[in-house]
């Protein structure tokens, strides 16, 4: 196969420009779609990574009793799973990847506001998730979920100090990436391309940039003080020095609830885009589409409450809170319709990308509607801290964000890299990864109901049937992922050529050459069209 | 704002550099808005200690402070329009005296931080952990607080030696002088903050 490869065509971004060559012209390059190139490449080895913690955790939970680790152990691996998997992966996730590599394209746009703070960023996410990955070593890895609770993140002996500087100098990453799309959209949309003209992906990248932007500096603030009590013994969140733990978990939820739509918001965004392109047709209800974006980062903000129901708060506090939480529901069903109505009476191609477009719907409803019986205050008592849980927010995160990424990484391969993947192969890798997806999490649900508690590296005898079915889907699914990641890969070494628009799609990145040229136009643009025009 | 898009073929966008500033500034507003919901939170619950603690504050250093912060926000302001007026000298000098100002700001804050710690009253010390919950927390919120200011200072006075050496080469000019303008936004939030920290630390007892 190899000795049939062609090369690239001459004149893509993937071309040498500058004056380094090789490793160092990608280390030192300001052109966003390297940078996107560089964070796809620094996500998947997380990825992997944490995919492998995760794994080796499904090993130990395979039967009941100890196996392969103590229950010290078990804590830190899945306090570093949680970490690298939220912080490394999520949260970065598709606005870094594709967002860097897509907005500007799509809006037009040669690059981004601020190519240089755009590079800076891309650093800082290398030395924060660098300093993570120290902080495993020398002396004892984290123990305290990534959650990082007080008052135990204060008193325990592991290098809690060492994984919360990482978490904060991420976030600074995050903040410095939102406000520089933040500005993009503001103030490189191409000629012609109003607010209402701008596609979906962009616009949903819009929404997150704000979250990012306006809740990130909280859980900074408060990781400060995390570092400040283990060090100096200040005493915010110590009860025993007047501290109150109650409101670290507060300052902690403002942050971290909206993250969740930090990770979700872009994903329902590459979700809209691939829909009308697999249909052939125009988006139903554009604008209510790009309401409910802004509506779930507006309300996302003041939900947050949610996650403390059993930890000590007002009744009507309670009651305010999961009044908001239901309310969060009505905008991300709002998109749910609209995907659907978009679909119907559509030409559908059933490829990789519409594959994981479809199941991406489907586990994120699932994941949606056990979210409510969450927020709702009686049930919630009875399932927190449980598989429920558990089980819950990977159908979010995985089974939502993963799956959209797994979509949209095959939906723009061929942009990106300028040849295709193996169709077929893609499609059995899909099917494995579902399956596994569905074996291993599903289970989860009914033994959290059982009352199986999280985070514990044995289990009673009864639960042991559920675990079993849930370690054999994990294994499924970790062989789905190395299935489409050599699919990827070998693609992108040695894939047939891709034309420069192989869906048929509208939005303008498929009207430049793939891979794109250096400043993406030749020319400047101007758009007179909406963005998903199909007859 | 008029259009600043030249022909050459260089980038720039004045506006959009501004727009970034000022997002960045709510960013910062946001991270010390964190500790002002602490202190809020912790002012209300122990109302009586609070009261008590403030009183070991040098109100005097800290009105000083105070009055250097507003004169050098003022000078940095009247360095811009200097610099749109073509004095550059004056500018300079100008940006010069705000640096100074700054300067003297920390070794007030140093002298008052010694001075605490001379006696004692630091986070985590003996005779800080014999005291009420409300005094250590007062304790812990004016070092976190004054000292993630001071943090932001050196990070102004930074950016005030970077457009320094910039008006010194021409780069900031009357017709370029968007990075003067984006430190002189900093500078103004370093200020503004300390506004809201000077009452609710020395002010209230």
């Not at chain 1, 939900?303 to 999961?322: I, K, N």
């Not at chain 1, 199941?359 to 049930?379: D, H, N, V």
């Not at chain 2, 939030?189 to 630390?201: H, K, S």
Request: hydrophobic share 50%; with cysteine; net charge neutral.
């Amino acid at each position: 196969m190899t000795s049939k490869t062609t090369a690239l065509p001459p004149g893509s971004f993937f071309d040498q420009q500058g004056k380094y060559k090789g490793i160092l012209g990608w280390l030192t390059s300001t052109d966003h779609k390297r940078i996107g190139i560089m964070y796809l490449m620094c996500i998947l080895v997380f990825f992997l990574v944490g995919v492998t913690l995760g794994g080796i955790m499904k090993l130990e939970l395979l039967r009941p009793g100890a196996q392969y680790m103590d229950a010290q152990t078990y804590n830190g691996m899945f306090t570093v799973h949680g970490i690298i998997m939220i912080f490394m992966v999520v949260i970065p996730g598709l606005s870094a990847v594709f967002g860097n590599f897509f907005l500007p394209i799509m809006i037009g746009a040669k690059d981004v506001a601020f190519p240089r703070l755009n590079l800076f960023s891309w650093y800082l996410f290398l030395l924060g998730s660098t300093i993570a990955v120290l902080s495993q070593f020398g002396g004892n890895g984290p123990d305290t979920g990534w959650t990082f609770y007080a008052p135990y993140a204060i008193n325990s002996k592991t290098n809690v100090s060492t994984a919360v500087l990482a978490a904060f100098v991420l976030g600074f990453s995050s903040i410095l990436t939102g406000l520089n799309f933040i500005v993009t959209v503001h103030r490189m949309r191409a000629k012609g391309m109003t607010w209402f003209k701008m596609p979906l992906f962009p616009w949903s990248l819009y929404a997150t940039a704000w979250i990012q932007v306006l809740a990130t500096p909280i859980v900074g603030i408060t990781l400060l003080m995390v570092i400040a009590e283990r060090t100096l013994r200040i005493g915010f969140f110590d009860p025993s020095l007047g501290g109150d733990p109650i409101l670290y978990q507060h300052l902690f939820w403002i942050y971290s609830h909206p993250a969740v739509y930090i990770m979700i918001l872009p994903a329902m965004g590459a979700v809209t885009e691939i829909i009308p392109t697999f249909c052939q047709r125009k988006v139903f209800g554009y604008q209510a589409i790009v309401l409910s974006s802004l509506a779930i980062a507006g309300v996302g903000y003041l939900v947050w409450g949610h996650h403390m129901f059993t930890s000590g708060m007002s009744d009507f506090s309670r009651m305010a809170f999961s009044f908001l939480t239901f309310i969060v529901a009505i905008p991300s069903a709002i998109k749910v319709f609209n995907w659907i109505a978009t679909m119907y009476k559509g030409s559908i191609l059933i490829k990789t990308p519409f594959l994981y477009t479809i199941s991406f719907i489907f586990q994120f409803m699932i994941g949606g509607l056990t979210g409510l019986t969450l927020g709702a205050l009686a049930t919630d008592i009875h399932v927190h801290d449980t598989y429920y849980v558990v089980a819950h927010f990977h159908y979010i995160v995985f089974g939502g964000m993963g799956f959209a990424f797994f979509a949209a990484i095959h939906y723009w391969f061929p942009k990106m890299f300028g040849r295709m993947y193996d169709e077929k192969l893609g499609t059995v890798a899909w099917a494995i990864v579902f399956s596994g997806f569905t074996l291993l999490y599903f289970p989860m649900f009914i033994l959290g109901l059982r009352g199986m508690p999280r985070r514990y590296f044995d289990y009673l005898p009864e639960y042991s049937s559920g675990h079993f079915i849930s370690s054999i889907g994990a294994f499924v699914l970790i062989i789905g992922i190395i299935l489409m990641v050599y699919n990827l890969v070998k693609a992108a070494r040695t894939g047939e050529l891709a034309p420069a628009n192989p869906w048929n799609g509208r939005t303008l990145e498929w009207k430049v050459a793939s891979p794109p040229p250096l400043e993406n136009f030749d020319h400047d643009v101007e758009v007179t069209e909406h963005p998903y025009d199909y007859e | 704002m008029e259009q600043n898009h030249s022909t050459t073929h260089e980038h720039r966008d004045d506006t959009g550099s501004k727009l970034g500033m000022w997002i960045f500034i709510f960013t910062e507003l946001l991270l010390f808005g964190g500790l002002f919901l602490v202190y809020a939170v912790f002012r209300a619950k122990y109302f009586e200690d609070f009261h008590i603690a403030a009183h070991q504050l040098n109100v005097f250093i800290g009105a000083v402070n105070t009055l250097l912060l507003l004169i050098s926000s003022m000078t940095i302001a009247m360095s811009i329009t200097a610099i749109q007026k073509n004095h550059k000298k004056f500018a300079l000098l100008l940006l010069s005296i705000t640096f100074f100002l700054a300067f003297i700001f920390l070794v007030n804050k140093y002298f008052e931080w010694g001075l605490k710690i001379h006696h004692h009253l630091y986070p985590g010390s003996d005779l800080v952990l014999t005291l009420t919950h409300g005094e250590i927390m007062f304790f812990g919120l004016y070092f976190f607080m004054t000292g993630l200011h001071a943090i932001h200072i050196i990070v102004g006075m930074t950016l005030i030696g970077y457009v320094m050496v910039q008006v010194k080469n021409d780069r900031i000019n009357s017709g370029n002088f968007q990075h003067l303008e984006n430190a002189g936004l900093y500078w103004h939030l370093v200020d503004l903050i300390w506004i809201f920290l000077f009452p609710l630390l020395y002010l209230i007892t």
